[in-house]
């Protein structure tokens, strides 16, 4: 297998402080011999674990990009023992587009991995992630929140896993990380996904949604920023007291949560995020977007809970996902 063309412009294994990138050669029509420079920093402080931290998987998501850059900035060596490692752009060509997938080769980099050392670019950059960077890790940090077309309670979630101890180091994590929710998920759709290519390597692994529509709010940054540190301290990498406030737990453990539009039209909500709703009651109404004087189609909620997820813009297209309905823990 042909080695992936990806190079650290800073060391990984000295101890300080390092700005710098990952420079992947990309030949274009504005730039023969360019490259994509994806910023990374790199804090080190002797032996220790390593935290792998990451934002922008999507390129229009901010909470975690705006706390990586605030990390990245604050943090002192001599604040931590180990190593972190923080790339608030992961995706930085669909972060500079501000697009959910790659405007280069239209590949969503969260459905590409483990990549291709010689495939397209998005393929590229999964790649490096799975040989170079994720292997150094102990904990591992992906940031999310809906982008454009969701948006989320404000929660960190663990996954279901095969493996009992690494679930529970995973739930650990994310109660360490103390978002205003907590969450238990079985994904619908976990193929190429980063969380499924750490989680294989063994690694623990926290990942979030906390927010949407295609911006940042000054909660959910306060959330991003606190959840990062209250995690570093979990890990033994920070010293200190965690920040910590109430949580809920939510479930979502079958594919009944989710729920998708079978029409395309215009939504009218008829439940708030936070809100609970009755099996069968009805969560949205999608009026027809070309005439009058028809009937709304009223989308009824598949099992009773708290309303965790909606869609974001007011039009809708067939097979979108319109909501996303959990079970309250207690």
């Avoid at 669909?94 to 291709?116: H, W």
């Avoid at 215009?266 to 949205?284: C, F």
Wanted: proline share 8%; glycine share 10%.
């Amino acid at each position: 297998m042909p080695a992936n063309p990806i190079a650290a412009t800073i060391p990984f294994d000295r101890d300080g402080t390092h700005h710098g990138f990952l420079r992947l050669p990309h030949s274009r029509n504005e730039s023969a011999w360019g490259a994509v420079m994806i910023p990374i920093t790199v804090i080190r402080n002797g032996a220790g674990p390593t935290a792998l931290l990451t934002g922008a998987n999507h390129g229009d998501e901010y909470e975690g990009p705006v706390a990586l850059q605030a990390l990245a900035h604050e943090l002192r060596p001599e604040q931590i023992t180990g190593r972190v490692i923080i790339v608030p752009y992961m995706n930085y060509p669909a972060f500079r587009a501000a697009t959910r997938v790659s405007p280069i080769d239209m590949v969503n980099l969260n459905r590409a991995f483990p990549g291709a050392p010689d495939g397209s670019a998005t393929q590229k950059i999964a790649d490096y992630f799975a040989q170079v960077l994720v292997p150094m890790a102990d904990i591992v940090l992906d940031y999310h929140s809906g982008g454009k077309t969701l948006d989320f309670l404000p929660f960190a979630c663990a996954h279901y896993l095969e493996q009992a101890s690494q679930q529970a180091a995973c739930v650990a994590a994310v109660e360490a990380f103390n978002a205003p929710y907590s969450l238990m998920l079985r994904e619908i759709d976990n193929v190429g996904m980063y969380d499924t290519l750490v989680e294989a390597q063994g690694k623990v692994f926290v990942t979030t949604e906390l927010g949407g529509g295609g911006t940042a709010t000054a909660r959910s940054v306060r959330i991003a920023r606190r959840g990062v540190r209250n995690l570093l301290i979990h890990a033994g990498i920070m010293a200190g007291e965690p920040e910590h406030a109430p949580s809920v737990w939510l479930d979502m453990p079958g594919d009944d949560c989710y729920h998708f539009a079978t029409c395309e039209g215009l939504v009218e909500p008829l439940v708030d995020l936070g809100e609970r709703v009755a099996e069968g009651a009805p969560l949205a109404r999608i009026w027809p977007p070309d005439r009058t004087g028809l009937m709304p189609l009223e989308v009824p909620a598949q099992r009773a809970g708290v309303l965790a997820a909606r869609h974001f813009p007011g039009l809708i297209q067939t097979g979108d996902c319109l909501a996303v309905v959990a079970e309250q823990e207690g």
